[in-house]
């Protein structure tokens, strides 16, 4: 994606790239579990992947209303003792962030990923419709591009819905989503790191945007 402005940013604005992050993995949690997830959901974290040529959060994430779950989630990354059963997506997160920071020096491999992306971008109105050949697409995006980058993120479910090839796609491309949303928090200055020193501060900006 294209290098963000060279600011400041805010914790809500932070905040929002990572509820991004979090509901991509919240969705594959539910793949893995149930075997479906939130379509509409996916279809705007879809959208942000296939978003390459603004550096405006409210381009790449036009309603933020819908990433109330990522929100949520948010909370519990600022205090894991009270994550209970979703503590792997907190995993999944920490994993995803690594990826992002790898993804950041390989400049062959984000080529590749846009000039993929651009080839195909046509086709994002019919995902609602037809999800399937773009799931596949960017799911491939991550086998080759990202994956092998490290570290390898097991997702753990149930191994009916796991062997699933049209779920191990949307599992792919949501990884990918989530990764694209991490990528965004570090261009922001995101740091692991930072989210326990500045618990407070991010506690405050995710249950503002979830009572907006």
């Not at 929002?16 to 969705?27: E, G, Y």
């Not at 600022?78 to 503590?87: F, H, K, N, R, V």
């Not at 086709?123 to 419709?129: E, S, T, V």
Request: proline share 7%; hydrophobic share 40%.
């Amino acid at each position: 994606p294209p290098a963000l402005h060279s600011r400041r940013y805010t914790i809500a604005e932070e905040a929002l790239a990572i509820a991004a992050a979090l509901i991509a993995l919240r969705n594959i949690d539910a793949l893995a579990k149930r075997g479906n997830c939130d379509e509409h959901c996916t279809a705007a974290l879809m959208a942000s992947v296939f978003c390459l040529d603004s550096d405006k959060l409210s381009d790449i994430y036009p309603r933020p209303e819908s990433l109330r779950i990522g929100y949520t989630t948010l909370l519990h990354v600022t205090d894991p003792s009270e994550a209970g059963d979703i503590q792997h997506v907190l995993g999944y997160f920490a994993a995803c962030t690594q990826l992002a920071k790898r993804l950041q020096k390989e400049r062959p491999a984000q080529e590749i990923i846009r000039n993929r992306l651009r080839q195909h971008e046509h086709a994002l109105p019919d995902y609602p419709n037809d999800p399937e050949p773009l799931n596949q697409l960017v799911a491939q995006l991550y086998t080759d591009c990202i994956s092998p980058l490290k570290p390898r993120i097991q997702i753990k479910g149930q191994a009916r819905h796991l062997g699933e090839p049209r779920n191990q796609s949307q599992v792919r491309a949501l990884l990918v989503a989530a990764v694209r949303a991490c990528y965004l928090w570090r261009q922001m200055g995101g740091r692991l790191w930072r989210l326990p020193l500045q618990r407070h501060a991010f506690v405050q900006a995710a249950k503002s945007a979830i009572d907006e």
